[in-house]
């Protein structure tokens, strides 16, 4: 179920710039930015502008644009983080802490620990890192472009390097505030 943008939905507030994130990617469709308890460093959540619940509430012309950026996250994080590949998922109600649909990108390496579904999340050791490891991705995001879709409909996702957004800079609210817990959860 689709509903109207909140200021009670964490990610509605991270989107208005109300709450602090570090951001790596914003433009006119969505917003990536890291997860304040990560799997691994590089664990990044896509985040659409409007908010919706679930995929499924995502109108079917929103769902390519979305997964454009979520396809140059993933080489970024890729790329930026050294990782010999990514998992890239979505809750869909079931264990969604943030009720706004949201896409977790996340590096992975073989024998990294992970095993299942039951994974330990983390915290990054502190801010600085945290505003490190954003810098990375934003700045390999910047020198990334993808294939135009094949049947030249779609946005474009080349505007985008022009846009990654320095606007929240990083503090020590990015690492302690009321959205720690349900961005890093769901």
């Not at 208005?16 to 590089?42: I, K, S």
């Not at 299942?116 to 472009?145: I, K, M, N």
Request: aromatic share 4%; glycine share 6%; charged share 20%.
């Amino acid at each position: 179920m689709s509903a109207a943008k909140s200021d009670q939905c964490v990610f509605c507030e991270i989107l208005a710039g109300r709450l602090p994130a570090h951001v790596v990617l914003d433009d006119e469709v969505a917003m990536a930015f890291l997860d304040v308890r990560p799997l691994f460093p590089g664990h990044t959540l896509v985040v659409p502008r409007e908010h919706h619940v679930t995929l499924t509430d995502l109108p079917v012309e929103q769902v390519a644009p979305l997964f454009e950026r979520v396809q140059r996250v993933t080489r970024a994080v890729e790329d930026a983080m050294e990782a010999t590949g990514s998992f890239v998922a979505m809750n869909n109600i079931v264990s969604q802490s943030v009720p706004h649909l949201h896409v977790h990108v996340v590096p992975r390496n073989r024998k990294d620990g992970l095993k299942g579904f039951f994974w330990p999340r983390t915290r990054y050791s502190d801010d600085a890192e945290a505003a490190e490891v954003a810098t990375r991705l934003r700045s390999t995001l910047a020198g990334l472009s993808l294939p135009a879709p094949a049947s030249g409909q779609g946005t474009s996702i080349a505007s985008t390097e022009s846009s990654v957004s320095t606007a929240l800079p990083p503090t020590s609210a990015s690492t302690s505030s009321p959205s720690q817990g349900p961005s890093g959860q769901g």
